[in-house]
């Protein structure tokens, strides 16, 4: 039976939680009660997925000893030493963490990592569409994946995500062809994530492994279908799609933005002052 890489799996799962953990930052400070929930609801959909590729890749590198040598470094290991899914989530450095830049990023515009600013619903909604698109298409393709559990994983997800993306669809919207307020926030919030999106389609050795052994999918091959699907919001929310050039993010490949550190201080505090403690 084949299996993902590892650093695949760590990759799909790093998106989920840091994602989850900024969907969450919502909680309590919603523009309404409901959207308030829906967020917090969303970031609990991110956070079981996560847990889910944390427990496969954990499973995956304590059986293989050359790969559990290259974690031995956690805390929060099991006392005989194996890796478990809390320590791939909070005991990793900033670097070894391979999610999405854009997923990282607070909710408002462009400001140093230690700034003070509102938080911005637009952007969090542009941000939550921008990857639901990608995931809907990514979670469909992994169905078919050579690992089974990974297909298992995505088939769960699919039905998660497909939601989001209806859901952050239908406010983008709301935002866009609203006031003039809110149209131009939404328009700001596309201006300024809209070229993160572009670490979508670059790749990288852990994605060619996974392709490599039938695990995996070429992201770059889902941009016209992402395309399509970001268009058609777009357009009903009477919003402009804008450049996507400029500086490439590679978070993926672990080098991330200043805001990444501040958000794994806040995420990571608690389990790293009592690393065995047992909830």
């Known amino acids: 039976m084949s299996h993902a890489p590892v650093d695949y799996l760590l990759h799909l799962a790093d998106n989920a939680l840091v994602l989850g953990q900024r969907n969450a930052e919502w909680c309590g400070h ?3 009660l409901e959207e308030d929930l829906a967020l917090a609801n969303h970031a609990l959909d991110h956070l079981g997925q996560a847990r889910l590729l944390y427990q496969h890749a954990a499973t995956l590198i304590n059986a293989d000893a050359a790969m559990a040598k290259r974690f031995a470094h956690l805390q929060g290991a ?30 408002h515009g462009p400001l140093a990592g230690p700034a003070r600013a509102d938080r911005d619903f637009a952007t969090t909604t542009v941000r939550n569409v921008l990857y639901a698109a990608l995931m809907n298409l990514w979670w469909e393709r992994l169905q078919t994946s050579a ?5 298992g994983i995505a088939a769960k997800s699919l039905k998660e995500v497909r939601y ?6 239908d406010w983008l919207i709301r935002l866009g062809d609203g006031t003039d307020d ?3 926030r939404a328009q700001a919030a596309l201006n300024h994530l809209m070229p ?21 999918v070429v992201l770059a091959e889902l941009k016209p279908a992402w395309d399509a699907l970001l268009d058609e919001v777009l357009a009903e929310a009477t919003l402009k799609r804008p450049n996507e050039s400029g500086y ?21 505090s608690l389990a790293r002052e009592h690393p065995q403690a047992v909830w």
């Not at 572009?198 to 039938?214: R, T, Y």
Request: glycine share 10%.
């Open 196 to 216: 993160h999106t572009q670490e979508f389609w670059i790749g990288d050795e852990a994605e060619s492994a996974a392709v490599a052994n039938g695990t995996g």
């Open 30 to 32: 919603g523009p309404i």
């Open 164 to 169: 989001h993306l209806r859901h952050a669809g």
């Open 182 to 184: 809110s149209h131009a």
């Open 248 to 268: 490439v993010t590679q978070g993926r490949c672990g080098v991330h933005s200043e805001h990444m550190g501040f958000l794994l201080a806040e995420m990571q």
């Open 78 to 107: 099991r006392a005989d030493g194996a890796v478990t899914e809390d320590a791939l989530a909070y005991f990793r450095t900033t670097h070894e963490f391979r999610n999405f830049t854009l997923l990282e990023l607070p909710h």
């Open 147 to 151: 690992d089974a559990q990974l297909a």
